[in-house]
């Protein structure tokens, strides 16, 4: 059954973490050399195919003791939160440009920047971590995907406009302390039980 509640707390907490990311800034980057729209269609697609590995994995995740996995969950969180607050700011990506702008260069472009740039990422290990805590990979899912398209739109079409008015390090504060209070939560669960 789809969670509404499940797929926002999804939503919120992948949003904030992928949003200082370096998937945000190079989406930005295509986005001015190219057709947004080619661009998107690229990002979204590889993605789709992150959030897919990251559900497969985290229902793997269930099969264990849930005292287990909360305490797995709750690590992993937290480490994911460290992560954000003691990170160093790295410089932007170089993308290479595409010989021609058709929309199959362009949106493949995208998709292996993103392929590979997002494999093993905090958000594609805190996707899974969230498919495990609720057991509900379709409102997860959902929520990831939507969240993930969200930052690569963003990105693409106003990612410097945003960023004018709202500073990357407050975005990376808030995603840690959502990531803190689940890790948290992941914790008392495991040891209460």
Not at 41 to 63: C, P, R, W
Not at 88 to 105: N, R, Y
Not at 113 to 131: H, K, P, R, S, Y
Request: charged share 15%; aromatic share 10%; hydrophobic share 60%.
């Amino acid at each position: 059954m789809f969670s509404f509640t499940v797929a926002a707390v999804v939503f919120g907490v992948v949003f904030l973490a992928e949003l200082p990311d370096k998937t945000a800034l190079a989406g930005l980057m295509l986005g001015t050399r190219y057709r947004a729209s080619y661009v998107f269609a690229g990002v979204a697609a590889a993605f789709l195919v992150h959030v897919a590995l990251a559900i497969a994995a985290g229902s793997v995740l269930t099969l264990l003791p849930h005292r287990l996995v909360q305490a797995v969950v709750g690590t992993l969180f937290l480490a994911g939160a460290a992560v954000l607050l003691f990170r160093k700011d790295g410089a932007e990506e170089e993308v290479k440009k595409p010989a021609d702008q058709s929309f199959w260069k362009v949106s493949g472009a995208g998709f292996m920047m993103i392929l590979v740039a997002e494999f093993g990422d905090l958000t594609q290990i805190m996707t899974a971590n969230l498919a495990a805590r609720y057991e509900d990979p379709l409102s997860v899912g959902v929520g990831a995907v939507l969240a993930l398209w969200t930052v690569a739109g963003l990105g693409i079409l106003g990612g410097r406009t945003l960023m004018k008015y709202v500073p990357l390090r407050l975005i990376t504060k808030v995603a840690a302390c959502a990531m803190l209070l689940l890790g948290g939560l992941s914790m008392y669960e495991a040891v209460a039980g």
